[in-house]
Each structure stands twice: as C-alpha cells, then as structure tokens.
T-cell receptor, first 116, second 115 residues
C-alpha cells in the first residue's frame, strides 16, 4: 500500500535560519507531489507542485523553494526564514488517472513550523 | 477569484443535531471534480469523497451525505446525528479537467460538536 512520510512533525527555527522539510512517498511510482501551507486562518495555500523529477511549479513567489531530487522525494527549503513563514506545512501526493486528471490527494501528517 | 468558497467559518452544534456544510465552486470547465476532506485536530487531511461533474446523484455514506447541484454550483455536505468525533475542520476542493494537477481548496469550515 502507498504511504507518505513527512518530517519533522514540529520545528522551531529562528528568523534568518535555513529550512529543509522532507517528504517521501512509498508504494507508488511517478506521483504528482505537492507542498501546501496552512496559516493561522486555516485555508490551504498551494506552494509548489511537481509532476516529475526536476519539474517544479511555483504558485506563490516567496522565499521558499522546492526540489524533487528523486521520483518519490519532495523537499521544501528556505535559505532564510521569515516570521511569516510560520504555519502548518503539508505534503501530498496524487496519481494521474487520465490526461492531467488526478484521482485525489493523499496528505502527510504535516509539519508545524514556528519561526521566532 | 476564489474558485471554492466555504462561507461558514465556524459552526457549533449540539451532539445528535444534523449539520450542513456549504461549498460553492466556480469553474468554466465542463469536466471537473469536487472533493471533501476532513482535518481532525491531529492535522492530517482525510479524504471523504470525490465527485465528478457528470454525476449529480446525491451520495450517502453512513451519517454523511453530499448534495451536488450544478445549477447552483454547490456541493454541500451534511452530517446526520452529529457526534463529538465529527469535530474537525472540513475542506471542500475543486480540480479542473484541463488543469487537473492543481487542487483548489476552500478556506475550511471548523465544526464543533458539543456533547
């Protein structure tokens, strides 16, 4: 069966420090991968998505970046964190079932990031 | 423009009451998919349902039911005889045919079921 792993679960970082959040998917190949952020207002904001290795689409210009070094690995990074980067970060995956149509999103357990 | 609108920010009901969560969407595609997700306090989003635009039949799964009406661009979710375990944030989402790699989420409705 497919599983998604996201870590760490909780992270407290000072302003200006770097960030690296990792997400891996098991049990499937060539998934579409996503990074979402959920700020205090609870809405889900799409940050990045990837349809293949090295292919990253950015939805919101900001000081975050994403990389997909392997088929089932998705990394969210920042060189210098801002206070506004605080939030709940969710990784998700899906599989295309025809044309660019996805069955559904499967979410990781999330990372609560606090930037102080 | 917001593609998915969940106008209800917070709802509180007493246990065993029925509650309906509203979802209004906007799209120009004729083929699209609608979703509902539940986010319990643990944080992980749990998939509840996926409905394609050609299937307007209402669906019932236990205490959960969904009312899809294309005429009003709505996909409402009803919980019958609510329970404390239903307390969560619920998200409605949309995926369009020709941009199917993107999922557009509403801002969520926080449901509190009071015992």
């Amino acid at each position: 069966s497919q599983t998604i792993h996201q870590w760490p679960a909780t992270l407290v970082q000072p302003v200006g420090s770097p960030l690296s959040l990792e997400c891996t998917v098991e049990g499937t190949s060539n998934p579409n991968l996503y990074w979402y952020r959920q700020a205090a207002g609870r809405g889900l904001q799409l940050l990045f998505y990837s349809v293949g290795i090295g292919q990253i689409s950015s939805e919101v210009p900001q000081n975050l970046s994403a990389s997909r070094p392997q088929d089932r690995q998705f990394i969210l990074s920042s060189k210098k964190l801002l206070l506004s980067d605080s939030g709940f970060y969710l990784c998700a995956w899906s599989v295309e079932v025809g044309r660019p149509t996805n069955e559904k999103l499967f979410f990781g357990s999330g990372t609560q990031l606090s930037v102080l | 423009a917001q593609k998915v609108t969940q106008a209800q920010t917070e709802i509180s009901v007493v246990e065993k009451e029925d509650v309906t969560l509203d979802c209004v969407y906007e799209t120009r595609d004729t083929t699209y998919y609608l979703f509902w997700y539940k986010q319990p306090p643990s944080g992980e989003l749990v998939f509840l349902i996926r409905r394609n635009s050609f299937d307007e039949q209402n669906e019932i799964s236990g205490r959960y039911s969904w009312n899809f009406q294309k005429s009003t661009s709505s996909f409402n979710f009803t919980i019958t005889a609510s329970q404390v375990v239903d307390s969560a944030v619920y998200f409605c989402a949309l995926s369009e045919e020709f941009n199917g790699n993107q999922f557009y989420f509403g801002t969520g409705t926080s449901l509190t079921v009071i015992p």
